[in-house]
């Protein structure tokens, strides 16, 4: 059983859209981290939040941790096929990083 | 500064055969993780090493395991290989742990026979 569960799971659209991503866990988290992956690569760091009810932007993406730091969302404005790619969220808790099972997005041009 | 460096990038293996995966971490980091990535459950954590001691491990047999040597090297293995051991298996280095930025490798994708 994971202990983060992310939405949805696979995410199609069209450039320009907008796209959100959730992930949920009924466990409270030191921090949480947003990775993306790539084909034939491994995940790379997008950001960290650390404060509940933290949102920090970079560029057309937005991430908020939730009040209670269980969960957390990722946000994409006017998506490019650029943010093709797989997005993991990581959930410290415990000295350990707990790696919710993805979100597959891909941006059609 | 180099990267996340993994040896070998592709095996194959059959079942009951045993298998040693290689990392190199960025030059000062001192924290190494190990983590199974398969399509049906993600990336799992296997263990994680901070000079040379493994400081914390996840839900895998006894089967796995790693070590870590005076240079921040580490290797993961893997005995008595069965076929749900095929995955991608990704090592992560960081300064400190993984409540740090983790820097990954491209990964080990491992085909067990």
């Known amino acids: 059983t994971q202990l983060l569960e992310q939405s949805p799971q696979f995410l199609s659209i069209q450039e320009g859209e907008n796209l959100t991503v959730y992930c949920n866990s009924s466990s409270v988290f030191s921090s949480l981290q947003w990775y993306r992956q790539e084909p034939g690569e491994g995940p790379v760091l997008l950001v960290t939040?650390?404060?509940?009810?933290e949102v920090k932007k970079l560029k057309r993406l937005t991430f908020q941790f939730g009040d209670a730091r269980k969960d957390s969302s990722l946000h994409i404005t006017a998506a490019q096929p650029g943010d093709t790619g797989l997005y993991l969220c990581?959930?410290?808790?415990?000295?350990?990083?707990?790696f919710g099972a993805g979100t597959t997005v891909t941006v059609r041009a | 500064k180099a990267g996340v460096t993994q040896t070998p990038r592709y095996l194959i293996k059959t079942r009951g055969q045993q298998v040693t995966l290689s990392c190199s971490p960025i030059?000062?980091?001192?924290?190494v993780s190990w983590y199974q990535q398969t399509p049906g459950q993600g990336l799992q954590f296997l263990f994680e090493y901070f000079s040379e001691t493994q400081r914390n491990k996840g839900n895998f047999p006894g089967r796995f395991s790693g070590r870590q040597f005076s240079n921040s090297r580490s290797e993961m293995n893997v005995s008595t290989l069965e076929l749900g051991d095929s995955a991608l298996y990704l090592c992560?280095?960081?300064?400190?742990?993984?409540?740090?930025?983790?820097?990954f490798g491209p990964g080990t994708r491992l085909t067990v026979l």
């Open positions: 939040v650390v404060t509940g009810g």
């Open positions: 992560a280095s960081s300064l400190a742990g993984p409540y740090n930025e983790q820097f």
């Open positions: 030059s000062g980091h001192r924290s």
């Open positions: 990581a959930g410290a808790r415990d000295y350990k990083l707990s």
